[in-house]
């Protein structure tokens, strides 16, 4: 199912080429935007959740404190979702 | 507890965050200041209210006083190292637990000081500290033991095997536990950092680091020691391999010119950090103020790197050897003040940094 989908948006994008358009379109640069820093997010979050988790078992700070600082590299996803309204 | 290399990921951020807050619960100057004017029983109630809860209940109704205060300092000891193992995985768990083998080392030139002075078994195993690889099986054979000669037997399949066999002529010979002490030394030190990869990644290299560093210090220390004493010793006899300041023949050279050597070290990668202790050792009379300075020049050293590369295995150690000299500071307060010690002299034997 996948692979024919693939084709098909391959074939699209080799349409698009040849009538002499973009490979890609905006829209699909912003949700490539999006993704990729979804990525990066996902990448940071981890190293962050990690020595959070340490320091909550060591009771060193509050629930509140390490929630906030595992998901503070997720405002860079929303930053990137600004792409998509200026597209 | 064997060393695993096929490990994937280390999790450095987990450990360090966890290491780095049990460090700050370490006691500090006030705190030291504090137990520095207690009774030998207030030690033991602050500490019942402190990190040692846990340990001082488990084993208060077996032992009392300044024991009571030695075997709960060495429990707690070994259950933090444990835990560090517990924590880490990947190269890093390989990394702590060649560290961790010092206190197998440890062990076992207690047990063979032991044996050597006719000392009861209950008095080695206060001093013993349950943190190393070795199994609590082998640690009752090691207290069995009656001879030297059964010790290096029980230990005839572990790194130290072959190191103490070919020692024990040696301490035949001469009736000295020096050449066995120093075997087992350099077993310890030598495992470090042998087995690791030729092109060493990042982290292996701040782990190598860190250890040459520590080797230079020990290496500095005997050193010293030997240029103080004045005493006819070979110093390559004490010699640790791997560290990066001296190699075996510049140290003989040194150890001969107390003034070259302080020279010398002035220079080297470690002078600011070393300063307080060569002015103590142009200024003291004994050799004790120098081996404090050089204490706090080490763990100064160690905070340093800790804080420079915090994702990596140096705040692990930084905090192994901030742990050990806490546990130092306290006995010695404790034995201090059972040996009815004046506050001042006991707060000069004190390492703080």
Known sequence: MIGLELTAAFIDAMVLLQQGGPAITGTGVAALAVGLAGFGAGYAERGIGAAAIGALAEDSISFGIALVLTVLPETIVLLTLVTLFLQ | ?353
């Open chain 2, 1 to 353: 507890m064997s060393t695993r290399t096929n490990g994937s990921g280390s999790n450095y951020e987990y450990v360090t965050a966890r290491v780095r807050s049990r460090r700050a619960k370490l006691f500090d100057e006030d705190d030291y200041r504090k137990l520095i004017r207690m009774g030998p029983g207030e030690i033991a109630r602050f500490m019942e209210e402190s990190e040692y809860e846990e340990a001082m209940n488990a084993l208060g109704a077996r032992y009392s006083g300044v024991d009571l205060i030695e075997h709960a300092l060495h429990r707690n000891l070994a259950n933090h190292f444990d835990d560090l193992l517990r924590f880490a995985e990947g190269r890093l768990y390989d990394y702590i637990a060649r560290y961790l083998r010092q206190f197998d080392a440890w062990n076992i030139k207690t047990v063979m000081r032991g044996i050597y002075s006719d000392a009861e078994r209950e008095a080695v195993e206060t001093d013993l500290i349950r943190a190393g690889e070795f199994s609590e099986r082998r640690i009752e054979r090691l207290l069995g033991a009656e001879s030297i000669e059964a010790v290096i037997d029980v230990l005839a399949d572990t790194m130290f095997g072959d190191a103490l066999a070919d020692a024990y002529g040696e301490y035949e010979e001469r009736a000295v536990l020096v050449p066995l002490e120093n075997a087992v030394d350099r077993a310890f030190y030598e495992t470090l950092i042998t087995g690791l990869p030729d092109e060493p990644s990042r982290a292996t290299q701040l782990y190598i680091d860190f250890l040459e560093a520590e080797i230079d210090f020990r290496n500095i220390e005997n050193a010293l020691r030997l240029s103080r004493s004045g005493a006819d010793v070979d110093p390559a006899e004490y010699y640790i391999g791997g560290g990066r300041l001296f190699d075996e023949e510049e140290l003989g050279a040194l150890v001969a010119n107390t003034d070259e050597l302080v020279s010398r070290l002035r220079e080297s990668t470690y002078g600011d950090d070393l300063d307080a202790a060569l002015s103590e050792l142009e200024s003291a009379e004994g050799l004790s103020g120098v081996e404090r300075a050089l204490n706090r020049a080490l763990l100064e050293y160690s905070r340093t790197l800790s804080n420079r590369y915090p994702l990596s295995v140096c705040p692990v150690f930084a905090y192994v050897l901030a742990k050990m000299r806490e546990v130092d500071n306290v006995r010695a307060i404790a034995r201090g003040k059972e040996a009815g010690l004046d506050p001042e002299t006991i707060e000069e034997e004190l390492v703080m940094v």
